[in-house]
């Protein structure tokens, strides 16, 4: 059995692998046992083989097996993904397989196919998600978060049902996409979300998913060709099993989220005393101060709120007759901590997968439904919440145009309507409360996921499969606004409307595989396929605001009304190979070839090739003979793969944009539409990236200790770039070309230890670190080190960016002025370094000093169980990252023009931290000083969980009774980090006011019946 | 089970060989998206050239910029040309934090300046925008092909002045273009603009009720010339008076004139800077009026940048708009020309106008000191309220937010200073008679007092006085050798101290961006950066 026949699901392997056996008596005693997993799941298939003997049997449907064998002997239970066990021969026995992702003989999936874990070339990390510490978890990428050597994940903020974002080795790109390529049942997904659902990893509940592979190296991504740089992730879901009595079960958990920390800023008191200092003398000392109110209001605490939420999953799975199936349905009721904002969503999955003709023919049907609504809160009121006036009250019972809220108002002239005397102060800070309440935003989304898998081993010439897979995605997100009248966010006409996005993706593949082992010692196998997929999308809005009835010329019609439509496609055909050759089951040789045509360029076709060399040494002799190694093997790789996400459809030829938009025609011919002649390179072609791997496994005593290590160089070529052209040669100033180089080099680390596996106790132990550096290398086709693109806009002035990629350094560093200090080392106010000397301070004097990407990632994770109770908790480190802290660098001015905001007429609050700057400009220097780029290295705890397992609950007749598990997690438990602000996780690193992740406490169940 | 397999084989076998002969031609796309032509009418890209200069992009005010790397909403036309006229002046001085204002008020830019790279890639993207029409529509309609090389000619004008010496291109090619010398943009804006003239409609005043306004005619064309070669001396060291002074006579006499009636409350200088400037008598002193509109043409960076800009929440009900960010506010110097006592009332605009004897003092000064002692802060200076969205009529505009009033971009004023100026320098820099007369008609408009000669020094004020916060200040004291390399005028903050300073005399051009100097290996920096 050496060749593994990759497409039967996992389970199914087993127990073909135990029909192989032979099955002999001896007079000995019937041995009556039953075999189930750690949450007392039945498992069936599983081998019960007597040591020593030829005697064997496999488990039947409800897990249980008969044989003979002598009174004591040892008896081994096997199973895939399982870690064997052993029992004495008694008459009755009960064995817990305990899950073990590291064994050997797991069954890995890779494009296009599946393959032994101890045959993989690649670096490939397969992760089964945590069944027991798993925290708060709305989103399959939650899952992975610290998990995986070479994985990051940042969630976006606090965000109900909101998303994350995933770098696989720092990604390829600077401009385009370093999002992953996610492939889902065997259907590459495109990269890109709707309204409601942010990317494809969202659209499947991730209660139906039994498995991560994450593809990192070249040798096992280049089967994906142009859309293999970032990595893939593949995912796979939950089936059926084949001959199994109808299995229900529930999961279920109540949650309870709370904020962590919020900005401590100046209360009412201590900001009228120091409004009192401050203005003490001032030419308009007495209007002023009249402006100040006399409540204390924390404002912080009247946009947060204890959160609760609660989900629940039934899962229906058995076999009816040859068709085994698995039904599972999903609510999720997930509250925001920030008022108004909430998600829910209802999921369904069927999985079909009967197979048929002695297992030659073998379907996997799967549909995926989902219905989610979204309630979107107004997050400006975050920041709203830092700087209001901590003086005034949040409602004002005269205010009757502004819904009841207390506002900064100005006269309302401007509305020609005289039931508006007054108006919002648009420059004002709004009131963060009528923020939230007097805005409706919502999003509706649905989406199907269907894939049927059809795999065909042909009759007589069973070394040859066939393999068709058919795959649909269609998506549908409608986000609704309703922002009221009153609310300072639309005042007086309101903001109404609505924006769809569709999309319809189609997948077909099919690829054939032949495989064949000659004398013994030579495996082969080769594979080919063709894959055609065409990606639909399309956009519509519409929005409106409405003249209020007490209008004098329009009441109750509709202003500045805008719609806006928008489709576009793009294709992918791609013709690929993989070809494996193993000698002695010692030496692995694999290569894979992917010829991909594309309609986002005008040469659609390239090819990109791969090849991986591993030597298994462990199966040398002189290894052999040390009975404490298991494994150990040495993996080398080189590849070359694309990426074309986030480029446009219609990049590489002339078209003339239209005007879109209300206020967007110009009436001087014709109707006023406008068309411009966009911006292209005819020569746009793929980002190219070359991995070069080396790795090395190695296991020791019987795989309870494994360790892997992983060292890469990656080169991205043809880096997508908006490039500076000259002036005059095109439409635009700048245009996507391929003119830059990146580097990527870093080192990944995994170790796993059990280091107690006993009766009652066991433990596991994983760490994983993760080294990246990355560099750009050539920015406009050379290495000017002056050259250099800005970004990362921060607040506090229009066009002010903190960030920029240039040459020599990583992608997002910070480009700021060097901060001279006193001899206290406070910061001097707007003091910086002349860098280049020549008297003034300019752009020029700025320089990059730090990166918001961390060099150096950990995690750690662990597990204790001890009888029916277990144990796990998940910390994850981060060093070396750094934030730029901008709700600092712009609060910190405490100046009369300022604090009474400079002509603006309102008074802003201050963080507490402010008092000690005390500040009295806004000078760009100062805003941008290396001072507000802090370390945010931080060690986190992302769960704790305390859990128990019992059986057999209700156990009457012959009703076995109901097992199952009860736990209480806790997410986001703590946070430890030098960091001043809320939170040092910033994806992007410009920290200014993120919605604030929780701390969550769970209590869940889960039931067998 | 044999017929199975006969019918899944040739099943997949057929779906195999759909897939494949559908697939190479599957790549070979049109777009399908509705806002993407390959084909348009003549019409849309015309319009495309003057917008340009009116708005950001293809999405009104809020999207889909034509520049990149710099903030869609700063990166309007009439925003950089302002920025980069006035806050290098004595006229105008900004607070804001955005990346490059304090470099312009204190006259350190460089060639690393992000407005003034935006403001250089908008005027290419609109050379760029006019050399398509040209290159695929010029057989389409004379007028309008001759309007699209005035725009051509235009922006190469605003190139030639604030930079120099810069790239040349009349076609839409991958070579890179050559640099042209000042001189060589001076003949090639000289040359398009006596080509096109016979072309262009004929100079007649236009409301925006008829049909055409909006578009330039021949007076534009002589009012550019006029222009161009009252600064020739600058441009190209040979001074041309005499043409100056005959392109802007031309002016002069066409049916474009001086709003000389006001309307109500309103003075009939007040009339240009409002609403309603193009429904009322104010438009026939337009010869080129940007156009916008509350709701068809929106734009941060026209008519609402220039009043929202200016004003803030104290005034707000002097603009009209909800609109005020307490930026651009008066230097002392500009307040000088009005009151060089330092005498102007703490008071509304209305009692400072009569206070001043010049309807053109449109300074609100309450609650604010002369001098801009703290640049940060806007009431550091007197507010300018020049501009507003009211209407003459009091009827509401069509947004609360975006105003409606066009921005005048040339109006016939400057012909008339033109001619004075220019007469001024051909009789020995004192004004003759009809000199005198000219800018006495200015005045008279404003209800200011006259004179019957006026020196030049008093002619470079009286630019100001016409003119300030219009954006072309940078442009007048580089003529009358006030800007840089001069001592002998100095303003609040001129080169970065309180008192000022001189600063050096190349910086009276700008730098050719580093960007452009990168991307393109045929330019040479200006000397000094």
């Known amino acids: 059995m050496k060749q593994v026949n990759i497409q039967f699901p996992l389970r199914m392997l087993g127990l073909i692998l135990g029909l192989f056996l032979s099955v002999s008596a001896f007079a000995q005693i019937d041995v009556k046992g039953h075999v189930k997993d750690a949450t007392g799941e039945p498992i069936i298939g599983a081998t019960v083989r007597v040591d020593g003997t030829q005697t064997a049997t496999v488990t039947d449907f409800d897990g249980n097996f008969v044989l003979k064998a002598k009174q004591g002997a040892d008896i081994t239970v096997t199973y895939v993904g399982y870690q064997d066990a052993k029992v004495k021969a008694a008459p009755n026995v009960v064995v817990i397989l305990r899950e073990d992702a590291a064994v050997l003989n797991e069954v890995v999936v890779i494009g296009y196919g599946a393959v032994k874990k101890s045959d993989l070339t690649g670096s490939v990390t397969a992760l089964k998600p945590d069944s027991k510490n798993k925290g708060l978890v709305v989103n399959a990428q939650e899952m992975m978060q610290g998990k995986i050597a070479g994985v990051n994940v940042t969630s976006d903020g606090g965000t109900p049902g909101g998303s994350s974002t995933i770098r696989i080795r720092g990604g390829s790109s600077l401009n385009a996409s370093n999002s992953p390529l996610v492939v889902i049942d065997g259907v590459p997904m495109d990269g890109n979300g709707v309204k409601g659902l942010a990317n494809p990893l969202s659209m499947v509940n991730p209660q139906d998913i039994e498995s991560f592979n994450v593809l990192k190296d070249a040798s096992a991504t280049a089967i994906y060709g142009s859309r293999g740089s970032n990595g893939v992730i593949i995912i796979t879901t939950k089936k059926g099993r084949k001959g199994s009595t109808p299995q229900v079960s529930y999961a279920g958990s109540v949650t309870m989220s709370m904020k962590k920390k919020t900005v401590d800023v100046l209360d009412g008191d201590q900001y009228r005393t120091l409004a009192k200092q401050i203005y003490a003398g001032h030419m308009s000392e007495e209007s002023i101060l009249s402006q100040l109110g006399s409540a204390n209001t924390d404002w912080q605490k009247e946009i947060y709120r204890t959160a609760w939420s609660h989900d629940h999953n039934v899962t229906v799975a058995g076999a009816f007759k040859n068709l085994p199936y698995r039904l599972s349905l999903g609510y999720t009721n997930q509250q925001g901590i920030l008022k108004t904002s909430d998600f829910k969503r209802y999921t369904a999955a069927l999985n079909l997968n009967p197979s048929l003709f002695e297992d030659h023919l073998t379907l996997n049907l799967n549909a995926k439904g989902m219905w989610a609504r979204s309630q979107y809160a107004n997050t400006g009121a975050i920041g709203a919440a830092v700087a209001f006036d901590p003086t005034q009250p949040v409602y004002d019972s005269t205010a009757k145009n502004f819904g009841g809220y207390w506002e900064w108002q100005i006269p309302g002239g401007s509305l020609n309507d005289p039931s508006w005397p007054t108006t919002t102060n648009r420059n004002a800070t709004s009131n963060p409360v009528a923020l939230l309440n007097l805005n409706d935003d919502h999003a509706i989304s649905r989406s199907f996921i269907g894939n049927a898998d059809i795999d065909y081993k042909i009759h007589g010439f069973e070394d040859l499969r066939l393999h068709l897979t058919l795959g649909a995605d269609v998506s549908e997100g409608k986000q609704w606004t309703d922002v009221d009248a009153a609310s300072p966010a639309a005042i007086y006409y309101g903001n109404h409307g609505w924006d769809k996005i569709t999309k319809r993706n189609l997948t077909l593949s099919t690829y054939a595989q032949y495989y064949k082992d000659f004398a013994k010692i030579h495996h082969f196998d080769i594979m080919g396929g063709y894959e055609w997929q065409h990606f639909w999308r399309s956009q519509h809005n519409n929005y409106w605001g409405l003249y209020p009835s007490t209008n004098s010329e329009h009441p109750g019609e509709k202003h500045d009304e805008s719609t806006y439509s928008y489709k576009t496609e793009n294709y992918l055909v791609s013709f690929f190979g993989r070809m494996n050759y193993i000698l002695m089951d010692r030496y692995y040789i694999t290569a894979t070839l992917r010829n991909d045509g594309s309609s986002r360029f005008k040469d659609h076709w390239k090819l990109y090739p791969s090849a991986a060399f591993a030597y298994k040494m462990s199966e040398e002799k002189i290894f052999k003979n040390i009975d404490w190694l298991s494994d150990l093997k040495l993996r080398l790789s080189y590849g070359k793969t694309g990426q074309q996400e986030g480029i446009g459809d219609y990049n590489y030829f002339a078209v003339y944009a239209m005007n879109t938009g209300v206020g967007s025609y110009y009436d001087v011919s014709g109707d006023g539409t406008l068309a411009r002649p966009d911006a292209y390179d005819p020569n746009l072609k793929w980002e190219t990236t070359d991995t070069y791997n080396i790795g090395l496994d190695f296991g020791a005593f019987n795989q309870r200790l494994t360790f892997s290590i992983d060292a890469y160089y990656r080169k991205t070529t043809d880096l997508i770039n908006k490039a500076d052209v000259a002036a005059g040669t095109n439409f635009k100033n700048t245009v996507w070309t391929n003119i830059g180089k990146m580097e990527?080099?870093?080192?990944?680390?995994?170790?796993?230890?059990?280091?107690?596996?006993?009766?009652?106790?066991?433990?596991?132990?994983?760490?994983?670190?993760?080294?990246?550096?990355?560099?750009?290398?050539?920015?406009?086709?050379?290495?000017?080190?002056?050259?250099?693109?800005?970004?990362?806009?921060?607040?506090?002035?229009?066009?002010?960016?903190?960030?920029?990629?240039?040459?020599?350094?990583?992608?997002?560093?910070?480009?700021?002025y060097q901060q001279v200090y006193d001899k206290e080392g406070k910061p001097i106010e707007g003091l910086v370094v002349d860098r280049n000397g020549d008297g003034v301070i300019t752009e020029a004097d700025k320089y990059f000093y730090k990166s918001p990407t961390a060099p150096v990632t950990m995690g750690l994770s662990s597990r204790l169980e001890y009888k029916n109770f277990d144990f796990g908790f998940t910390l994850r480190a981060s060093i070396g990252n750094y934030v730029f802290n901008n709700l600092m660098s712009g609060n910190v001015n405490m100046s009369a023009g300022e604090l009474y905001s400079n002509g603006n007429n309102y008074f802003g609050n201050r963080p507490v931290a402010a008092l000690d700057y005390n500040w009295q400009t806004y000078d760009l220097e100062a805003k941008l000083s290396d001072h507000w780029v802090q370390n945010g290295s931080f060690l986190k705890c992302d769960n704790i969980t305390l859990g128990y397992s019992f059986d057999n609950l209700l156990k009457m007749g012959s009703y076995k009774g109901v097992s199952g598990r009860v736990y209480a997690t806790a997410s986001n438990v703590f946070c430890i980090t030098k960091y001043k602000g809320i939170d040092p996780e910033v994806f992007g690193g410009i920290d200014n006011n993120l919605y604030p992740r929780p701390i969550s406490f769970i209590l869940g169940v889960n039931l067998n019946f | 089970m044999k017929t199975y397999i006969k019918n899944i084989i040739p099943a997949a076998a057929l779906l195999v060989a759909v897939g494949f002969s559908s697939c190479t031609k599957d790549l070979d796309v049109t777009p399908i998206d509705p806002n993407l032509n390959t084909e348009i009418q003549p019409e849309q890209l015309f319009n495309k050239c003057y917008a340009n200069i009116a708005v950001a992009g293809n999405g009104g005010a809020n999207g889909d910029c034509d520049v990149d790397g710099i903030d869609g909403g700063t990166s309007g036309y009439v925003r950089q040309m302002w920025n980069a006229q006035e806050l290098t002046t004595d006229e105008a001085i900004c607070g804001w934090g955005d990346e490059g204002i304090?470099?312009?008020?204190?006259?350190?830019?460089?060639?690393?300046?992000?407005?003034?790279?935006?403001?250089?890639?908008?005027?290419?993207?609109?050379?760029?925008?006019?050399?398509?029409?040209?290159?695929?529509?010029?057989?389409?309609?004379?007028?309008?092909?001759?309007?699209?090389?005035?725009?051509?000619?235009?922006?190469?004008?605003?190139?030639?002045?604030g930079w120099g010496n810069v790239p040349f291109a009349t076609s839409i090619t991958s070579e890179k273009p050559v640099q042209y010398s000042r001189q060589e943009i001076f003949n090639f804006v000289e040359s398009e603009l006596l080509e096109i003239e016979p072309n262009l409609n004929a100079a007649t005043a236009k409301k925006s009720s008829d049909s055409g306004y909006g578009r330039v005619d021949k007076a534009a064309a002589w009012l550019l010339l006029a222009r161009i070669y009252l600064n020739a001396e600058v441009y190209t060291g040979t001074a041309q008076w005499a043409k100056a002074a005959e392109y802007a006579k031309k002016v002069m006499d066409s049916s474009y004139k001086l709003n000389t009636n006001g309307v109500g409350e309103w003075s009939a200088y007040q009339m240009l800077f409002m609403g309603d400037n193009g429904e009322t008598n104010a438009a026939y002193e337009a010869v080129f009026p940007i156009l916008q509109d509350g709701v068809r043409t929106t734009s941060w960076g026209t008519t609402l940048f220039m009043l929202a800009s200016t004003h803030d929440a104290d005034m707000a009900d002097y603009n009209g708009t909800t609109e005020a960010w307490g930026g651009n506010r008066a230097r002392p110097q500009l307040i000088e020309k009005f009151f060089p006592n330092h005498d102007a009332p703490e008071a509304e605009p209305a009692d400072v106008v009569v206070a001043a004897g010049d309807d053109r003092a449109i300074f609100d000064t309450r609650g604010r000191e002369l001098d801009n002692t703290d640049p940060s802060t806007f009431k550091s200076g007197y507010a300018v309220a020049k501009y507003n969205n009211y209407t003459t009529t009091g009827a509401s505009t069509s947004s609360a937010q975006f105003p409606d009033g066009d921005f005048f971009l040339m109006r016939v004023a400057e012909a008339y200073l033109t001619y004075a100026e220019a007469q001024a320098r051909l009789n020995g820099g004192a004004t003759n008679t009809e000199a005198a007369n000219a800018i006495n008609a200015l005045r008279t408009r404003a209800n200011a007092d006259t004179k019957a000669n006026y020196s030049l020094d008093e002619i470079c004020d009286e630019w100001c006085r016409e003119f300030y916060f219009e954006g072309r200040r940078r442009m007048d004291l580089v003529r009358f050798g006030k800007f840089g390399g001069s001592n002998d005028y100095l303003w609040q903050w001129k080169g970065g101290t309180f008192n000022g300073r001189n600063f050096d005399a190349s910086k009276n051009l700008f730098a050719i961006p580093t960007t452009d100097l990168t991307a393109n290996p045929n330019l040479t920096q200006n000397p000094g950066y």
């Not at chain 1, 009766?759 to 290398?777: A, G, P, Q, S, V």
């Open chain 1, 744 to 816: 990527n080099k870093g080192i990944e680390l995994t170790i796993g230890a059990k280091p107690i596996q006993t009766k009652d106790w066991f433990w596991t132990i994983d760490y994983n670190l993760t080294y990246n550096h990355n560099e750009i290398t050539a920015l406009i086709g050379g290495d000017d080190p002056n050259y250099f693109v800005p970004t990362g806009g921060i607040g506090g002035g229009t066009g002010v960016n903190a960030q920029a990629h240039a040459v020599g350094h990583p992608a997002y560093s910070y480009y700021v």
């Open chain 2, 102 to 161: 304090a470099n312009f008020c204190y006259n350190t830019y460089d060639a690393s300046h992000p407005m003034l790279r935006g403001y250089y890639y908008r005027l290419y993207t609109g050379i760029s925008f006019c050399n398509q029409y040209l290159q695929e529509f010029s057989d389409y309609n004379a007028a309008m092909t001759a309007e699209v090389r005035f725009i051509r000619a235009l922006n190469y004008f605003n190139l030639m002045d």
